[in-house]
């Protein structure tokens, strides 16, 4: 830490090595990163490899399972070991992911038990916006995407938010980093 600080750094990133950075005699800021959606992903068999993302089946973030909040607030449960650390700047909840896309959530396989509840909440999305008892794919717009992209990450940051703050108040929920067109999405920026 005596390097990096006489090089002008005052904190460390998500992926640095914690462990040494908390065990220096020369402390530096740091960062968590937990990975809550693809932690829970892979318990339910639903993410691949992917570059750059996490890879999640049929590109969609599981958040509407019903086992998603309780795995999220067993997931969080280690943050209380730091939450007293001065030099714990704040938590990650995952690395980037996809943009939620309301015609990839509508395709997902409803005989899939893990798929099934995204399935479920695009097409009660789709009918609460269309008025129509059974909409489709031809019922999608641009601005339905939209919307339902706020949808799916206002549940994100909702269910992960209330678990890391469970058992850590005092450092800051940095969120998710954002790298496509939901940067852009008013939905997604809503109160």
């Not at 968590?32 to 996490?54: D, E, W, Y």
Request: glycine share 10%.
């Amino acid at each position: 830490s005596a390097l990096l600080k006489g090089a002008g750094f005052n904190g460390a990133g998500a992926w640095s090595d914690v462990p040494a950075l908390r065990a220096a005699p020369h402390r530096l800021v740091y960062t968590l990163i937990k990975g809550f959606a693809v932690g829970f992903a892979k318990t339910k068999s639903l993410n691949r490899p992917g570059v750059g993302h996490s890879g999640f089946l049929g590109d969609s973030i599981p958040v509407f399972n019903d086992d998603f909040p309780a795995y999220c607030a067993e997931h969080a449960k280690d943050l209380a070991e730091p939450k007293d650390d001065p030099w714990l700047r704040g938590i990650f909840s995952d690395n980037a992911r996809l943009p939620p896309d309301l015609s990839k959530y509508l395709a997902l396989d409803a005989n899939d038990p893990a798929q099934k509840p995204n399935g479920e909440a695009a097409r009660a999305f789709l009918t609460r916006k269309t008025g129509k008892a059974d909409p489709g794919p031809k019922d999608v717009t641009p601005a339905l995407k939209s919307e339902f992209m706020g949808v799916v990450f206002g549940r994100y940051f909702e269910v992960v938010s209330r678990a890391i703050k469970a058992v850590d108040a005092k450092h800051l929920y940095i969120g998710s980093r954002f790298h496509a067109g939901e940067k852009g999405n008013p939905h997604v920026w809503r109160e």
